[in-house]
């Protein structure tokens, strides 16, 4: 299909563009398409990569007639209330080595990629899904997100969320006005109430693409897991920005698939399983779990924002009388359950990985922080303590999105694995 029509009318520029697509098919066939595959569903997942910025962004161009298309560039941003003033949330995944130059031009250099990456991609205007939004809602986490914010609101439309610092009871009293003042912006600002029948379905529309994906990465407790780890982490990465519905029943499908297949798998299987936890890893981000994978193990988890952290718990709907009850429920949900290393202390994250080291049976960690990523670097060292402490072995790596340090990185992580 030619984009290059709708591209133009976003007013994308397409030489730019010409370049960053270019590179995406090369690193899609050596992560995706050189290895063996016999998951059928996963089809519709590699179609979907394959056509990043061709049909889904129509989709969403065709929706701006029925609701607004509204960025994100994290976890704690409520899809629910989005979903429930009839929009559609896209998370801006910035994954690409190619925008951190065009960043590198705004902001320092010393700061994680993503955030450049970010930046980059809306100023080198290359990415359909930045043009395409309406308005893009940003949350105070860590503090380059932070100051990007300001840098961002000059070039597009920007809502921001205030986050504690701490879970504590006026953490959670101040996440709970957070939610409750977005969901009153906007209302007013797209002039369309949020009911308790919206919001209760939009709920359940979120509750199902968790508990899809939950399905899904139950299966990975099997040895062997039926999918690999690189597979699940693109699986995950399109939840991001692909159509709830849509994505909730094609996970639904792949995971029905991955049981009959753990199922009937009799083959036995030596591979160390690795957990891989830290900063997030968002499209086209695959370069930890396809090393590792090369590398003879295999990737049966992830703890991070593009692993668990993203589908862990549903928003409790019992007892909801009132949209006032489900707004409670829905920050509830997120404050709790996503133990971002933005948390002072953040020791909920700690037992979380413990839990998931047993349930998944893991032999090693690797702990992967995006570079400059202060906040999960620092908290590594908590990490190595706890994991030390229960005879888990773990390596901390810190990567960029660059692969100039693929080599050395290839290296370390074969030790790792070969001392397990
Ligand atoms: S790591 Fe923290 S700031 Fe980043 S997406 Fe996850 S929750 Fe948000
Ligand atoms: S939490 Fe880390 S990865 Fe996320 S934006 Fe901040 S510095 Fe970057």
Known sequence: MDNTKMHKSLGIDLKAH????RALPELFKECFLNKEQDLKSLSYFYSVVADIHGTRVKELIEHKNKGPV?????????????????????????GADFWVPYGEQIVPKNLCPLIKAGIGAKFSKTCPYFQVIDLLIGENTCDGKKKAWEILSD???????????????????????????????????????ISFDSLLKAVQKVNAKRSALNRLYETRKNSPTPISGIDTLLVTQIGFYDDTER??????????????????????????????????????????????????????VEEN??????????????????????????SDRYIRNINCACFSPNTDREEEILKICKDYKVDGIVYASLSFCTTYMIEAEKIRKVAKKNNIPMIT????????????????????????
């Open 70 to 94: 509204i960025g994100s560039f994290c976890i704690y941003v409520p899809e629910e209330i989005i979903l429930a003033i009839g929009g559609q949330l896209v998370g801006l995944c910035a």
């Open 397 to 420: 790596v810190e990567s960029d999105y660059s692969f100039s340090d693929l080599g050395q990185l290839r290296t370390r992580i074969e030790a790792f694995i070969e001392n397990l």
């Open 18 to 21: 010409d370049t960053l697509i």
């Open 247 to 300: 994505y909730t029943k094609m996970v639904e499908t792949l995971a029905k698939e991955c049981e009959e297949k753990a199922l009937s798998n009799s083959k036995s299987n030596d591979k160390k399983r690795i957990l891989v936890t830290g900063s997030p890893m968002v499209v086209p981000n695959w370069k930890v779990h396809h090393v590792i994978e090369t590398s003879g193990a295999d990737v049966v």
């Open 305 to 330: 924002c593009t692993g668990t952290r993203y589908f862990k718990d549903n928003v409790s709907i019992e007892n909801s009388l009132a949209k006032e009850d489900l707004l409670k429920n829905i």
């Open 155 to 193: 070039m597009v439309e920007m809502y921001i969320m205030d986050m504690p610092n701490k879970k504590s009871n006026s953490g959670l009293k101040l996440w709970q006005e957070e939610v409750k003042s977005l969901c009153n912006f906007l209302e007013k600002k797209f002039s369309k109430p």
